[in-house]
């Protein structure tokens, strides 16, 4: 008889996928995997540390359904516990409370059978997804731009069919499926009666903030700006990279009076915004589940996607419970 898959091989296979970057063995939690990263803005008692790998469970547990999602949150453990889910793979770092609905990670996750494991640092750089969804073979990257770690920058050129800015956006959102999100928040919208919502998707679109639709793209310099990228780093790149025409900023995103826009213009570059962070599942979740069920055939691998929404206060819940909300604020919290 064929041995039941555990833990351990999902995180064996998490080591495949990463290249070799996942802890494997209990207690090497630190020493030499580069990939075991603390992250910290310096506020006290914030920061956490990334250990690719299994994070909470029993690596001898057999698995037979494991999720695959961008961040752990307490709805991700109820919907794991309730829908039959063994493990769950997060691929950003998970903290104690932080992402376990303000308690302990263990104590809750032990409840419902499900192990945490996670891959993030450990998977970035390992497929060449988010350039070829926006349109370019990013020829040249370096994961650590001007010697910061996590500054990531990816030049290269344009793929066959994407000649202008315009194509680089009607090429997102063909992949990104734009318009079934657009047809859901509609519905949505309808289903509700509340015209106001918001939905990340929706609004995070992509954005031309110096050119137009017809510009001409032929050479792209893919930013992140979240991670530390500044108008110096810019004008160093395009030195280095003689024929670049356009910046592209994707997972975040800046604003058109940003210093980076501004040094786009003056270097006479296109400047564009591509797919936001909300959209990463598509990105890389899907790819890194794929190659998960690929790699482990036998077990069922779904994944949890989010779905952020605005409503305007007047326009969440029904009138039973905006008069439950009125009274106890009324009563006890003003
Ligand atoms: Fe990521
Ligand atoms: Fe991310």
Known sequence: MKQATTIKDLVQALDIISGGRVITSP????????????????????????????????????????????????????????????????????????????????????????????????????????????????????????????????VGNTLKGVNTLGDMLDRIDSFMGVDTEKALLEAEKKIRDCPDIEETAVCTRGKILAGTPDSIVSKIMHIFPHTGFNPVHMERALKEHPGVDTVLATIS??????????????????????????????????????????LLPEIDVVIFKERMTSLPLNGFGNDKLQAYATDMAKNYLT
């Open 27 to 154: 207690g090497a939690v630190t020493g030499s995997n580069p990939f075991v990263v603390t992250k910290s803005s310096n506020i006290p008692g914030k920061a956490v540390t990334e250990m690719p790998g299994l994070v909470v469970g029993d690596p001898e547990k057999p698995i037979q359904k494991v999720a695959v999602m961008m961040t752990l949150t307490e709805s991700a453990i109820e919907l794991a516990g309730a829908s039959g889910v063994d493990a769950v793979v997060a691929h950003h770092p998970v903290a104690d409370a932080a992402n376990s609905g303000g308690v302990l990670m263990k104590t809750y996750v032990d409840l419902y059978k499900v192990a945490v494991l996670e891959l993030h640092e450990a998977f970035h750089g390992r497929h060449p997804g988010i350039a070829y969804l926006h349109g370019h073979d990013a020829a040249f990257a370096d994961i650590a731009y001007s010697h910061i770690p996590g500054n990531i920058l990816f």
């Open 253 to 294: 995103r800046v604003f058109p009076d940003h210093d980076l826009v501004k040094k786009a213009k003056a270097l006479g570059l296109n400047f564009i915004c591509g797919n936001s962070h909300a959209l990463e599942i598509m990105e890389n979740g899907l790819p890194l589940a794929r190659a998960i069920q690929i």
